[in-house]
């Protein structure tokens, strides 16, 4: 806004209410980048409560703010990575982004700046907080929640643990799903099973906010090296965030490598990767309670603490050559066996090496998955 533009808009307030409160607005003009020609007006002989709860209105008519769980606040923006608002000089400079300030003393103009004193408090006032929408999961990653919904860009609101802000652009599944059967036609799979299981695992993770503590745990064996357990992971997780952990035959380095990678909210996939029994038996106490309960306390036995409590909103997958697992985990997968039969060396793939030129060309491959099953209905 011009300086000219600023001392019109000063005078008029002056000479229409010498005790204007925060209330008092002028004809809006709505410019780029969100910003809004409509000053907010801060009088410094009025009492700053209620002046705060319409600065708290203003600041959620942005559509640029929002607050987490744990009380931290954000600015979210789609297609701009998150930004938290850490201190009164984030706050003001979000407001100068979005719309112009006049500060009133004694009925006349004094400034356009809301003083640091009352941000300070507003920061840590239960009015800012409770005027924004809340987020869960910021995502530049496309996902559905537990109604089969895919998500929009910007905000999409819903249950607990499922509010989410997806800063990418809208997107539609691709259909049908030819290039699902070119990569299924290119694996060694045991058995038309395994290729059914490993579609099923792709699915669940899509669908990774339903059936929190009712997943099955994914099974990835195969008879020798190089024989695709990695690409079948790949495949399965899609789109979706994953991280892999070491395993360990004892389960506290797994338990505690597993509680920080699953501290980040956007992880939907657990792998534990390339997992070594020798001749035993591959079992883990861990990983049971993580796959079977729809809430975890994540506590790692490095630290004293509370840990923290972690939905069960992921999917937990395990590679592993020949692997043998305990009857509580076998029970509870859903198994995928390769057995690749000759020489690997020899062997020729119509679509390419299926895990580094297929897979990252159609990288949401798994998302045409939906579209297979578009016609059952979820209870």
Known sequence: MSRKRVEKEKKAIVERDAGSTASTTLTPSTGTNGYVDN???????????????????????????????????????????????????????????????????????????????DLKVLLRSAVLQSSLPLVDIVTDVPTYNSEWKLTMSGYNNGTKGERIFYTGKTIAPKSPPEYIRKFVDVMAWKSQADAANAVGLALTVLLRFRWKGQKPFGAITATKSHSGKDTVADFISGTTDKIEVSWSRADWPLQNESVTALANPNIGVLILGNVR???????????????????????????????????????????????????????????????????????????????????????????????????????
């Open 39 to 117: 000053p907010f007006v801060w009088n410094k002989d009025e009492p700053p409560g209620l002046q705060s709860q319409e600065l708290c209105k203003r600041l959620k008519e942005t559509g640029g703010l929002y607050h987490t769980p744990d009380g931290n606040m954000l600015r979210l923006k789609i297609g701009a990575e998150p930004k938290p608002i850490n201190d009164a000089t984030d706050l003001e400079a979000f407001i100068r982004e979005h719309f112009p300030v006049i500060v009133l003393k004694g009925g006349q103009a004094t400034g356009c700046t809301i003083p640091t004193g």
């Open 277 to 379: 029994a020798g001749a035993g038996i591959i079992e883990s106490a861990f990983v049971e309670r993580i796959v079977t309960s729809p809430k975890t306390l994540m506590q790692s036995s490095k630290r004293r603490g509370d840990g923290y409590k972690r939905d069960g909103d992921f999917v937990v997958l395990a590679t592993a050559n020949n692997g043998r697992f305990s009857p509580d985990l076998a029970n509870r997968s859903c198994p995928v066996h390769l057995e690749q039969h000759g020489d690997i060396n020899g062997r020729v793939s119509p679509i390419g090496d299926p895990r580094h030129e297929f897979l990252p060309l159609y990288r949401d491959l798994s998302a045409t998955v939906r579209d297979s099953f578009g016609g059952c209905l979820i209870d």
